[in-house]
């Protein structure tokens, strides 16, 4: 059982170029997320899937496009890349949406933007 | 706005020793759950506590979640370095149809031999 999959693990970029992070789960999970982790900064939501073909807003959506035409699939887009976006990034599963269960999180992409 | 504040930021303590991290809000959340986070990894659940006053056990590890739930603790006993990582908490509370977790900065514990 592979749970939540990204990739690349490691990604250098110069600005202004654009890229596609990728996330999969195979746990039929209903709930995804990407987050951005920053030192001192903590976790911080960019956008989230209740369910296939649904997106909304996170705490900072700006710069990043999603999209959900699958359960399995949610992809992160960078329009043109910034040095602000030097972060980690982490995509997040669950299976409920509106219950408190756990979410499952991958192993995270190391984006450096130069 | 820091929903969430942890404290300590950073926990340095010798093998073997008892600790205990906080997790604190102004704001009622319906559920805390903590997290470990190693080098290189996402974060890995831990617990989800849901009731005011609730108490919850993981070997070593004691969770509590406050009465009025604006507020968490984690306990260890008897530290051991395997428990070295980031512990994070993260409140949940239902925004419309949805249910949201809100992350705190964590405490970066070092357990040394």
């Known amino acids: 059982n592979a749970g939540v999959t990204q990739t690349p693990k490691f990604q250098v970029l110069k600005t202004g170029q654009s890229m596609t992070l990728q996330c999969a789960q195979d746990?039929?999970?209903?709930?995804m997320s990407w987050y951005r982790q920053d030192p001192g900064m903590g976790l911080r939501l960019i956008h989230y899937?209740?369910?296939?073909?649904?997106?909304d807003q996170g705490e900072v959506p700006n710069g990043y496009n999603v999209s959900r035409s699958t359960t399995e699939d949610f992809p992160l887009r960078l329009l043109s890349a910034a040095p602000s976006q030097t972060s980690v990034y982490f995509c997040?599963?669950?299976?409920?949406?509106?219950?408190?269960?756990?979410?499952?999180f991958g192993s995270g992409t190391r984006l450096t933007v130069v | 706005t820091q929903l969430l504040e942890q404290s300590p930021q950073f926990l340095s303590i010798q093998e073997g020793e008892n600790l205990t991290v906080y997790c604190n809000s102004s704001?009622?959340?319906?559920?805390l759950q903590w997290y470990r986070q190693e080098p290189g990894e996402g974060p890995v659940l831990l617990v989800t506590?849901?009731?005011?006053?609730e108490v919850k056990k993981l070997k070593r590890l004691t969770f509590q979640f406050g009465d009025a739930r604006k507020d968490s603790s984690l306990h260890i006993t008897a530290a051991q370095p395997g428990d070295t990582g980031l512990y994070l908490c993260?409140?949940?509370?239902?925004?419309?149809?949805?249910?949201?977790?809100?992350f705190g900065k964590g405490t970066l514990l070092t357990v040394n031999p």
């Open positions: 997040a599963s669950s299976y409920g949406t509106g219950t408190p269960r756990g979410y499952t």
């Open positions: 746990m039929n999970h209903e709930y």
């Open positions: 899937s209740v369910g296939a073909g649904i997106t």
């Open positions: 704001s009622v959340f319906s559920s």
């Open positions: 506590v849901v009731t005011g006053g």
């Open positions: 993260a409140g949940g509370r239902r925004g419309g149809s949805n249910y949201k977790l809100t």
